[in-house]
Every structure is written in C-alpha cells, then in structure tokens.
C-alpha cells in the first residue's frame, strides 16, 4: 500500500467517477492474473503478457496483492499519442501493483495513475464503483496533467481498459448462471491446499478469498 500511495501518501484529490457494471459484485471482485494481456490492447502494448510479476496473499481474510513488470512495446501501436502509455514517476520495474481488500475495495497503480476504488452492490444483477484518483502533493504542472491523461485514458469510463471491463463483466455474469461447476486450472498444484503465493498469470489466487467467503458464509465445502 505504501508503493502504490506514492511512497510517503502525500497525495492530492484530482477528480472522481463512478460506473455501473451490469454484474454481480462477486464477478467484480474476482480477478485472475491472465485477463489483463488477453482483454486489454493497452496491457498487450505494455508487455504484461511476459508473466514478470506475482501475486500474493496478504491475510487469511482473503486479500490479495498484484505486482507486475510492464515495459513500453517498441514497434507499431494503436496508439497515435504514445505520451499515454508513458512512465514518468517512479520506477516500472513494477509498473503495476494492485491491492484488493475483501470484500470489495481495490487500490492500483497502473503507470502513473495512482487510483481507489469502492464498489457497492446495487442488487444481485449491478455492482456501482467509484473511482477515484490522485497526484503527488510535489507533482508539477506537467506531471498533474499526465496524471490526468493517463488515469483518463486507461480508467475513465471510456477508457482502455474500463469498457471492455464492463463488456467481460457482464458476459461473465450471463455466464455465471449456466449449470455446471467451475474449476480453477491455471497454478493450482493441490487443489485441497491454499497457497499464499502465485505466478503474475495465475489463476489460483482466486481460491483464498473463495475459502474465507465460503467460512463467512457457513458454506460446507462440496465433495470432490
């Protein structure tokens, strides 16, 4: 959380929003270590789909932790204004680090935007999520304004990576009412062993904070 909150927290407001995602909030919050490079163009152009990066749990509460190495791709983009995609700040060689506290809040720092987030579930079909997003108390003009670039072009609601959020999101949650079970693949060794540590493109790391949901609830664990 210190990394991600620029170190010191010495932070200031730059602005705010907040969407509706046609989803229930536990598709929301659930998250795997792939979807970033298959979903987003503007991850593909920062080299996510490397795998340099790991995932991590901080508590048996079933929080969790993101850290990933990106780099700018050399060569074509979709992008006529690579300024979006710049580091100016600190340095990438974790260029994205996310921190999501069970059950529904997310801290990431995507580049240069340094940005909170608070999802409320509105009913069982709708997830509403404030997103909002800071600079450095130092920052200079220059710097504020790519902030504000960057954390609208990446985030925004009509952002790089926010619609197709919302596109995926809902698919998933059509997807969730289909029979059947789901089982995880990617990184699990021993499914009836938690691991506190993953590979950035894991999936498995979902699985802590479904056992500590699951205990919260009183669910009884299926047969296998």
Not at 83 to 99: M, N, T, W, Y
Not at 183 to 194: A, E, R, S, T, Y
Not at 196 to 224: I, K, T
């Amino acid at each position: 959380m210190r990394e991600l909150l620029a170190g010191d927290g010495r932070l200031k407001l730059l602005g705010y929003q907040k969407v509706r995602y046609d989803t229930n909030w536990k598709s929301y919050t659930d998250n795997d270590g792939y979807h970033a490079p298959l979903l987003h163009q503007a991850f593909k152009m920062l080299n996510w789909q490397g795998g340099n990066g790991r995932q991590f749990t901080a508590t048996k509460r079933g929080h969790i932790c993101f850290e990933s190495a990106l780099s700018v791709a050399h060569g074509p983009t979709v992008l006529k204004d690579k300024s979006l995609i710049e580091f100016k700040g600190q340095d990438p060689a974790v260029g994205s680090r996310i921190v999501s506290l069970f059950p529904t809040f997310v801290s990431t720092k995507h580049l240069d935007v340094i940005n909170l987030r608070f999802a409320t579930p509105i009913d069982a079909e709708t997830v509403e999520v404030h997103y909002v997003y800071f600079a450095h108390q130092d920052d200079d003009e220059d710097m504020v304004r790519h902030r504000l670039r960057q954390s609208s072009n990446l985030l925004g609601p009509c952002g790089l990576i926010s619609m197709e959020d919302a596109s995926i999101f809902h698919r998933i949650h059509i997807g969730n009412h289909t029979p059947g079970s789901a089982i995880f693949q990617k990184g699990v060794h021993d499914p009836l062993k938690l691991e506190s540590e993953f590979l950035q493109n894991d999936e498995s790391g979902n699985l802590p904070r479904w056992e500590y949901y699951r205990s919260v609830m009183g669910f009884e664990r299926a047969a296998a």
